[in-house]
C-alpha cells in the first residue's frame, strides 16, 4: 500500500476539503487514464459538461461537498473518493456512435477491471487482506455505480441484496457507500434528469435499510436459503429451507503462480483432485491449444465422483463469472453445495513463483489474465471465500 499514499495524499480532508487536482494530474501511474479520459466525449444530452474527465472532476467535487462523506471514516473516505475517481475509467475502452448518440455499454464492469488492474499491479494493493479490502472495495463501488437508479425503479430487492452480500468479502463495501457514489455521480453532469435520478439513487438507501442490507450483508438463517435465495430460487428470504446437500466440492479460482497447488496440499490432501494441468499433460495438449477435449475429460471425471457422492476439489484458474457459474451449475445440479475459494498473492511475488514452476506461464499471459480477472462474488457459491497467500 506504499504505492498509493502519494495518490491519496492529494484527497478531501478536514478541515477544508479541498481536492489537490494539480498534484493528482501529475500522478505518474494516472496521467495515461487522465489523458484518455480527456479525449473521451459523452453524448451532450446526458453530459452536457464534455468529456469524461470533466465529468469526473464534477463527480469528485459533488461527493467533497457532501456531509454524508465527510463523516465517513478516514479509510472508507479514500476508497470512495477513489472509485468517484475511476468510476468512468472504462469509457474510455467501450464509448462509441450507435444511431447518432454517443454510448458507453458494460462501461462500469470495464472500469472495475481497469481499476483493479492499476490497484494490483502498479499500486501494490494485493497480497494482504488490508490491500485486497481496499481493492476491492473501490472496483465492488466502480462495477455496481450506475445500479442504483434502476434497483429504485425496479425495487428489485434480490439484486440489491446480492450486490450487498460482497460485504462478506471486501469488508468495507456496503449499499451507503455505492448510493453516495451514484447520487454524486448523477448530481455531477449536466442534465435535465441529474437531481430526479439522485433522488432515486438516495430512495434505495432507504429500501436497503428496509430490506436489511445497507450498512452491510443481509442476515440468513443457513448458507442454504442463503444460496437459494441469491440465485433466485427462493422468494421469502426469511424462509428456513431444508439442505438437501450431500457433500461439498471446491472450486479454486486465482492466477497462475498463485499457489493453489501449495493450499490444497495443506487444505484438502485427503479428497481428490481434478487439476486441469494434469489432463493436459495426460492428453499432450499444450496451455496455447484449444482446450475443447481438457474441459470434457476434466467435466467427465467430475461427473463420476458426482454420481458416487464424493467430494473433490476443481484446480483451475477460474477467472471469469460465466466459467465458475457453468462449473457451479454442474456439480449443484448433482446435489453437491459448492466452495469457491479465491486465492492471491502480490504482483512480484506472483512473478517471482511463476519462475519458479516447471510449467511456467508467460508473463505476458498473466498480465493479460489480470486485465481479466472478476474475483469471485459473494452470491455464486453457498460458500465464498478469498485469502491471500
Known amino acids: 500500500m506504499e504505492k498509493i499514499k502519494e495518490i491519496l495524499s492529494h484527497f478531501p480532508e478536514e478541515p477544508f476539503w479541498s481536492i489537490d487536482w494539480n498534484g493528482l494530474e501529475c500522478c505518474e ?7 484518455e479520459m480527456r479525449l473521451t466525449s459523452q453524448d451532450p444530452d446526458w453530459h452536457g459538461e464534455g468529456d469524461v474527465w470533466m465529468h ?3 463527480v469528485c467535487e459533488e461527493l467533497a461537498h457532501m456531509e454524508e462523506f465527510r463523516k465517513l471514516p478516514a479509510l472508507q473516505r479514500q476508497e470512495l473518493f477513489f472509485a468517484a475517481l475511476l468510476h468512468d475509467i472504462g469509457k474510455t475502452r467501450c464509448t462509441r456512435q450507435e444511431a447518432g448518440r454517443l454510448v458507453a455499454p458494460h462501461h462500469a464492469a470495464i472500469g472495475a477491471r481497469i481499476a483493479r488492474s492499476l490497484l494490483w499491479e502498479k499500486l501494490g494493493c494485493s497480497g494482504t487482506r488490508s490491500a485486497q479490502d481496499f481493492r476491492e472495495t473501490v472496483c465492488g463501488l466502480i462495477r455496481y455505480h450506475t445500479v442504483p437508479p434502476y434497483l429504485w425503479e425496479r425495487e ?11 460485504g462478506e468479502l471486501a469488508k468495507s463495501f456496503n449499499i451507503y457507500l455505492l448510493c453516495l457514489l451514484s447520487q454524486a455521480d448523477l448530481l455531477g453532469r449536466i442534465a435535465l434528469d441529474r437531481r ?23 442476515n440468513f438463517c443457513s448458507l442454504y436459503t442463503q444460496r437459494a435465495y441469491l440465485a433466485g430460487k427462493l422468494n421469502w428470504p426469511d424462509t428456513e429451507l431444508y439442505d438437501h446437500t450431500w457433500g461439498e466440492v471446491a472450486l479454486l ?22 487439476s486441469l494441468d494434469d489432463f493436459r499433460i495426460r492428453l499432450g495438449i499444450s496451455a496455447k491449444g484449444s482446450q475443447a477435449s481438457v474441459s470434457a475429460a476434466a467435466q467427465e471425471q467430475a461427473r463420476e465422483y458426482l454420481r458416487k457422492k464424493q467430494s473433490f476439489v476443481w484446480n483451475a484458474t477460474n477467472l471469469t463469472p460465466v466459467l465458475r457459474e457453468r462449473l457451479v451449475g454442474i456439480f449443484e445440479g448433482y446435489g453437491a453445495a459448492v466452495r469457491i475459494i479465491f486465492l492471491e498473492t502480490g504482483w512480484e511475488e506472483e512473478m517471482h513463483r511463476n519462475s ?14 489480470l486485465n481479466q480477472i472478476v474475483p469471485v462474488e459473494r452470491f455464486e457459491a453457498q460458500k465464498v471465500e478469498w485469502y491471500c497467500v
Open 196 to 218: 430526479k435520478l439522485a433522488e432515486q439513487a438516495w430512495f434505495v438507501s432507504l429500501l436497503a435499510a428496509e430490506t436489511g442490507c445497507l450498512y452491510g450483508p443481509r
Open 356 to 369: 519458479n514452476r516447471q510449467r511456467k506461464v508467460p508473463e505476458s499471459v498473466i498480465k493479460k489474465m
Open 29 to 35: 501511474l494516472l496521467l495515461p487514464w487522465i489523458m
Open 56 to 58: 469526473t472532476r464534477m
Open 156 to 166: 428489485d430487492r434480490r439484486r440489491l441484496v446480492r450486490i450487498a452480500a460482497n
Open 253 to 274: 479460482s486465482g492466477l497462475p503462480g498463485t499457489g493453489k497447488d501449495t493450499w490444497i496440499q495443506k487444505n484438502y490432501s485427503d479428497i481428490p483432485v481434478i
